[in-house]
């Protein structure tokens, strides 16, 4: 709804404009980063090595960001000399297309997991952040499972004689 219809029916609350705002917001980050891929994708295409990239066809993919979908086309290359099929774009910026979320977005899911007392208010959490349900409670799980641990620190020292195991359904 508009701010011209909220006026003449005079029910102009700030909750209305902030999420109005929001998807506004949401779309317009949505052009603007499709826009982007898009433009890098077309100069690999005028820059690739043209005897080992051959331009197979454009295909449509949509990944899940932060501020919501983001649909857009990316050019499907012959890797001539390793005999497959591969996008320029996703190995240019590190990321894996066939994923359907975007690596801040999975950063997030996780982070949300581990705070969070459950998978399920995670995906809650994040319904709420971007205004619509993104990913499932097992997918956030799966994302979990598949993370690495950095930080992971082995104990070299025992400090007592309980062990508490904090464990997820019905195995450890």
């Not at 994708?41 to 919501?68: N, P, S, V």
Request: hydrophobic content about 40%; proline content about 2%.
């Amino acid at each position: 709804m508009n701010i011209q219809q909220h006026l003449t029916t005079n029910s102009l609350t700030w909750k209305e404009i902030e999420l109005d705002l929001f998807r506004a917001l949401q779309n317009a980050f949505a052009e603007l980063f499709t826009a982007l891929l898009e433009d890098i994708d077309r100069q690999l295409a005028e820059t690739r090595d043209k005897r080992r990239y051959h331009l197979k066809d454009k295909r449509r993919t949509t990944i899940q960001t932060l501020f919501g979908e983001v649909t857009f086309e990316r050019n499907y290359y012959l890797d001539r000399e390793q005999n497959r099929y591969t996008f320029l774009l996703d190995s240019f910026l590190a990321f894996d297309g066939s994923q359907s979320i975007s690596p801040c977005l999975e950063e997030t899911a996780v982070g949300l997991a581990v705070e969070c007392s459950s998978y399920r208010k995670a995906a809650r959490t994040l319904a709420q952040m971007i205004g619509y349900p993104v990913m499932s409670h097992e997918a956030i799980r799966q994302l979990v499972l598949e993370a690495e641990a950095p930080l992971h620190c082995p104990v070299n020292q025992r400090y007592g004689r309980v062990l508490f195991v904090e464990a997820d359904g019905l195995f450890v």
